[in-house]
């Protein structure tokens, strides 16, 4: 009983030493195209030299699977736009992936409002302010690639608890376009 106890933890530790230099791999080899009036390709330190936003986020998938609450850490998409020439007036800002998934976020919506947002009852709630980021940590340590990592869009508020619809809480991000 002593021995398989001993192998079951050895091989644990053996499994938890090869994880982590997958992830930093991960973040290591990530590139961000952002195109706007200009084209600029930051790296996950690139990214992580902005300034930084902390917030609540918790979203419902379209079937009613929850995901979170986390605590997210992230640049916020008004200032990763910036980096390209900012968004004007009438613009969108178009977030993609590489298996193809791809968002729309119209200017009401970088400025939080256009969301629907519900309690964790999933009742429908007056929308406090929101916020979309670019996520690169969640609940304090790297996001993983099965958690839509090394950078995903997740849409946080100050206040605890609040939900938003998880499909525009794009997973992989890999390019941000800012389009008419």
Not at 9 to 23: D, E, H, M, N, Y
Not at 126 to 137: D, T
Request: glycine share 12%; net charge negative.
């Amino acid at each position: 009983m002593v021995v398989l106890l001993l192998t079951i933890v050895v091989f644990s530790l053996i499994i938890a030493g090869c994880t982590a230099p997958v992830q930093d791999s991960l973040a290591a080899d990530w590139r961000l195209t952002i195109n706007g009036t200009t084209e600029k390709v930051l790296t996950m330190n690139d990214l992580r030299a902005l300034p930084a936003v902390n917030g609540h986020g918790y979203c419902v998938s379209t079937t009613g699977f929850r995901f979170g609450p986390y605590t997210c850490k992230g640049v916020d998409l008004r200032d990763l736009a910036g980096v390209a020439g900012g968004v004007g007036e009438g613009r969108q800002v178009w977030v993609s992936a590489p298996d193809g998934y791809l968002w729309v976020f119209d200017a009401d919506q970088l400025e939080g409002r256009g969301f629907v947002t519900f309690d964790e009852n999933l009742k429908e709630i007056p929308s406090p302010p929101l916020r979309i980021i670019l996520m690169y940590e969640q609940n304090g340590t790297p996001l993983s690639y099965d958690d839509g990592g090394p950078a995903r869009i997740a849409i946080i508020s100050e206040q605890p608890g609040v939900i938003t619809e998880g499909s525009a809480w794009v997973k992989w991000v890999d390019r941000i376009e800012i389009r008419d």
